[in-house]
Protein backbone atom coordinates (compact mmCIF):
# COMPACT_ATOMS: atom_id res chain seq x y z
CA UNK A 1 0.00 0.00 0.00
CA UNK A 2 1.16 3.60 -0.11
CA UNK A 3 2.49 6.18 1.91
CA UNK A 4 1.52 9.24 3.42
CA UNK A 5 3.99 12.12 4.49
CA UNK A 6 2.32 15.25 5.84
CA UNK A 7 4.40 18.64 6.25
CA UNK A 8 2.53 20.63 8.85
CA UNK A 9 3.80 23.82 8.96
CA UNK A 10 3.43 26.70 11.55
CA UNK A 11 2.63 29.89 9.39
CA UNK A 12 1.63 33.58 11.14
CA UNK A 13 -0.91 34.57 9.75
CA UNK A 14 0.73 37.60 8.02
CA UNK A 15 2.72 34.92 6.04
CA UNK A 16 -0.20 32.61 4.61
CA UNK A 17 -0.70 34.36 1.75
CA UNK A 18 3.13 34.62 0.57
CA UNK A 19 2.94 30.66 1.67
CA UNK A 20 -0.16 30.24 -0.17
CA UNK A 21 1.63 31.88 -3.37
CA UNK A 22 4.61 30.14 -3.64
CA UNK A 23 2.91 26.94 -3.76
CA UNK A 24 1.17 28.31 -6.43
CA UNK A 25 4.10 29.18 -8.24
CA UNK A 26 5.26 25.73 -8.17
CA UNK A 27 2.33 24.09 -8.89
CA UNK A 28 2.85 20.20 -10.77
CA UNK A 29 6.20 20.53 -9.64
CA UNK A 30 5.85 17.36 -8.14
CA UNK A 31 2.99 15.41 -10.55
CA UNK A 32 6.02 14.11 -12.52
CA UNK A 33 7.77 12.25 -10.14
CA UNK A 34 8.00 8.51 -9.97
CA UNK A 35 6.10 7.20 -7.33
CA UNK A 36 3.84 10.23 -6.81
CA UNK A 37 0.37 9.75 -6.15
CA UNK A 38 -1.52 12.70 -4.65
CA UNK A 39 -1.00 16.80 -3.22
CA UNK A 40 -2.78 18.94 -1.06
CA UNK A 41 -2.60 21.78 0.40
CA UNK A 42 -4.74 22.50 3.41
CA UNK A 43 -5.12 25.87 4.64
CA UNK A 44 -6.50 26.36 8.81
CA UNK A 45 -10.08 26.90 9.19
CA UNK A 46 -9.84 28.01 12.70
CA UNK A 47 -8.16 27.61 15.98
CA UNK A 48 -4.60 26.64 14.24
CA UNK A 49 -2.11 28.74 12.16
CA UNK A 50 -1.17 25.06 11.11
CA UNK A 51 -0.92 24.40 7.60
CA UNK A 52 -0.84 20.53 5.93
CA UNK A 53 0.71 19.58 2.89
CA UNK A 54 -0.34 16.23 2.16
CA UNK A 55 1.44 14.01 -0.58
CA UNK A 56 0.58 10.04 -1.53
CA UNK A 57 3.73 7.87 -2.72
CA UNK A 58 3.63 4.54 -4.27
CA UNK A 59 6.22 3.41 -1.23
CA UNK A 60 8.75 5.22 0.78
CA UNK A 61 11.30 4.72 -1.64
CA UNK A 62 9.50 7.29 -4.13
CA UNK A 63 9.06 9.73 -1.59
CA UNK A 64 13.14 9.54 -0.57
CA UNK A 65 13.96 9.57 -4.41
CA UNK A 66 12.07 12.76 -4.80
CA UNK A 67 13.70 14.55 -1.61
CA UNK A 68 16.98 13.81 -2.33
CA UNK A 69 16.00 14.97 -5.94
CA UNK A 70 13.79 17.65 -7.13
CA UNK A 71 12.85 18.81 -3.70
CA UNK A 72 16.46 19.02 -2.07
CA UNK A 73 17.02 21.28 -5.48
CA UNK A 74 14.15 23.53 -5.70
CA UNK A 75 14.59 23.74 -1.91
CA UNK A 76 18.60 24.96 -2.22
CA UNK A 77 18.17 27.27 -5.02
CA UNK A 78 17.83 31.39 -4.71
CA UNK A 79 15.92 32.96 -6.37
CA UNK A 80 17.27 35.47 -9.66
CA UNK A 81 18.78 38.09 -7.64
CA UNK A 82 20.91 35.29 -5.96
CA UNK A 83 19.17 35.84 -2.25
CA UNK A 84 16.62 32.66 -0.92
CA UNK A 85 13.39 34.26 0.27
CA UNK A 86 12.82 34.47 3.70
CA UNK A 87 10.53 30.87 4.71
CA UNK A 88 6.95 32.00 4.88
CA UNK A 89 6.62 29.13 7.82
CA UNK A 90 7.95 29.52 11.32
CA UNK A 91 8.34 25.59 11.73
CA UNK A 92 7.81 22.37 10.32
CA UNK A 93 7.46 18.48 11.14
CA UNK A 94 6.98 16.25 9.02
CA UNK A 95 4.34 13.02 9.77
CA UNK A 96 4.49 9.66 8.27
CA UNK A 97 1.79 7.09 7.55
CA UNK A 98 0.81 4.35 5.86
CA UNK A 99 -1.78 3.56 4.01
CA UNK A 100 -3.80 0.85 5.60
CA UNK A 101 -7.27 0.96 4.03
CA UNK A 102 -8.70 3.45 2.01
CA UNK A 103 -12.06 3.98 -0.49
CA UNK A 104 -13.12 6.35 -2.64
CA UNK A 105 -16.45 7.35 -3.94
CA UNK A 106 -18.92 4.16 -4.98
CA UNK A 107 -18.42 4.36 -9.42
CA UNK A 108 -15.56 6.23 -9.31
Known sequence: MSV?????????????????????????????????????????VEGTDQYLVYTRWRDEESFQAWMEGSMKSAHQGGSEGGERPKPAASGATLWSFDVVQSAGPKGA
Open 4 to 44: VKINVLTVPAEQREVLEKRFASRAHAVEGSDGFEWFELLRP
